[in-house]
């Protein structure tokens, strides 16, 4: 048996090939209306949102500076902070579920990555033309007419990128007085950086990276074949029905000329925004936007031939056999989803709208006052988790006879705000022996089931 022999590689030859530019090609149907509400729907709320007034104040706004994250009308304070967390896993095991219900949805139809890209290549399309336009006037010479119209390109893109930084440094400052700043020149060293930052990341991914973000930097494509299964709904190329392939015409009988349905036209490898061969089988660069199964069908409709060729499917369906969609793993994502978002829901309606830090003074452990009185100091630090400015009253027990010394019986707190008082509690030398636990209550005037709890410690002489 003879050995194979391997080509020698050119002295110098690099082993690296650059990434070859995609020209993906317009298509009209119904995925693809469905693409462009979903782009044109998330970019309105993206850069819309921002703008809206919730009670005077800006209604979602992620205040890192004062630590306040307005949520309509919940404010969320440091503290809130498992809140978030909760919230960031029942959104993992949602793309957990959608995905394993209909494959990659969210990369093809929510992703910023594909919704950022898709708002590009609409100005691509507005300024350089079609696809054939396009790959015409990369390889044409420099002359008046390319230069007007990558410069148009270029002014949108950049203009684009600049307004996506200033609105997403708007979710952190408050954009109507960041707006004015940077019109002014007058805004922080900290804004400014942050909205060019944002502006160049959206400008890089949108504008020359696209597929090679999908391809080699998003984690999501690499585990996402972990979460398949033979019932998951993915895009696929019926190969039974479309083998083997060739050109023909209209009125030719293809079962008569021994072909198979697919007329290899290329079309589905046309408006592929990442560049495979649908026919080739799942591939991890495939984003599931459904752009070829809008050109199959298109062709098919031409031809007189069912559709379907490339369509959502499962691979039991492919072959034959019977898709189970609902199946044992869809009812746990569900019933996991289900009671986290139950959990959380909960867990916020239930929230009392009051934070109560008490901070005992670290700098004695007890007075001895007159009178055979014990002193001890702390600092209490009360948020107003609620909108409007609120009255509290402080009361304190776990020590006989105890008593507050240097708060006011109604305690003002804005809404919102926070305010630190210095706290003296006294109590008799005979109640007040060693450490004794005592608690701290804050009750609301105007809602008395408003209150909060916190323990501590009064230290007084040993017996």
């Keep these: 048996m003879s050995e194979k022999k391997e080509t020698p590689r050119p002295s110098g030859a690099s082993l690296y090939e650059s990434a070859k530019k995609i020209y993906p090609r317009e298509i009209k149907g119904r995925f693809a209306t469905l693409s462009k509400f979903a782009t044109l729907s998330l970019l309105g709320l993206f850069y819309g949102v921002p703008w809206l007034m919730w009670n005077g104040h800006q209604a979602f706004l992620f205040d890192l500076p004062v630590r306040k994250f307005y949520l309509l009308e919940l404010t969320l304070w440091p503290q809130d902070f498992p809140f978030l967390a909760l919230l960031l896993i029942i959104a993992a095991l949602s793309l957990f579920f959608f995905t394993a219900l209909a494959g990659r949805l969210w990369c093809g139809f929510a992703c910023p990555q594909t919704v950022w890209t898709e708002a590009f290549v609409w100005m691509e399309q507005h300024t350089e033309g079609t696809r054939s336009q396009r790959m015409k006037l990369d390889k044409a010479p420099w002359s008046w007419n390319k230069l007007r119209r990558k410069g148009s390109k270029q002014i949108l893109w950049l203009s684009f990128s600049l307004w996506t930084g200033v609105t997403f440094v708007g979710y952190f400052t408050p954009i109507r007085v960041l707006g004015p700043e940077l019109l002014n020149f007058s805004a922080g060293n900290s804004a400014i950086f942050w909205t060019l930052f944002y502006g160049f990341a959206t400008y890089g991914n949108a504008g020359y990276m696209r597929e090679q973000v999908c391809k080699y930097m998003c984690p999501y494509a690499r585990f996402q074949s972990a979460m398949f299964d033979k019932d998951t709904l993915i895009i696929s190329y019926d190969e039974q029905r479309g083998?083997?392939?060739?050109?023909?015409?209209?009125?030719?009988d293809p079962r008569k000329a021994g072909l198979g349905d697919c007329i290899d036209c290329m079309l589905c490898v046309q408006v592929c925004p990442t560049g495979i061969d649908i026919r080739d089988g799942l591939q991890y660069e495939c984003i599931a936007c459904a752009a070829c199964i809008d050109a199959c069908d298109s062709v098919m409709d031409k031809m007189n031939y069912p559709r379907g060729l490339v369509r959502y499917t499962t691979e039991h369906s492919v072959h034959g056999d019977k898709t189970h969609i609902l199946r044992p793993r869809m009812f746990v994502y569900a019933s996991l989803l289900l009671l986290l978002i139950g959990g959380l829901v909960t867990a916020m309606a239930t929230r009392t709208p009051i934070i109560l830090d008490v901070i005992r003074d670290r700098n004695s452990l007890y007075r001895e006052l007159p009178q055979g009185m014990?002193?001890?100091?702390?600092?209490?630090?009360?948020?107003?988790?609620?909108?409007?400015?609120?009255?509290?009253?402080?009361?304190?027990?776990?020590?006989?006879?105890?008593?507050?010394?240097?708060?006011?019986?109604?305690?003002?707190?804005?809404?919102?705000?926070?305010?630190?008082?210095?706290?003296?509690?006294?109590?008799?030398?005979?109640?007040?022996?060693?450490?004794?636990?005592?608690?701290?209550?804050?009750?609301?005037?105007?809602?008395?089931?408003?209150?909060?709890?916190?323990?501590?410690?009064?230290?007084?002489?040993?017996?």
């Design 243 to 252: 083998e083997p392939r060739g050109g023909r015409q209209r009125s030719v």
């Design 374 to 463: 014990i002193e001890n100091i702390y600092t209490l630090k009360l948020i107003n988790q609620h909108n409007d400015v609120r009255e509290f009253a402080l009361d304190v027990v776990g020590v006989p006879g105890i008593s507050i010394d240097g708060v006011p019986e109604r305690i003002v707190v804005p809404g919102g705000g926070v305010r630190s008082l210095p706290v003296r509690l006294r109590a008799h030398r005979d109640d007040a022996y060693g450490v004794l636990e005592i608690e701290f209550t804050v009750t609301a005037l105007d809602d008395p089931s408003v209150l909060m709890r916190e323990d501590s410690r009064f230290l007084g002489p040993t017996p």
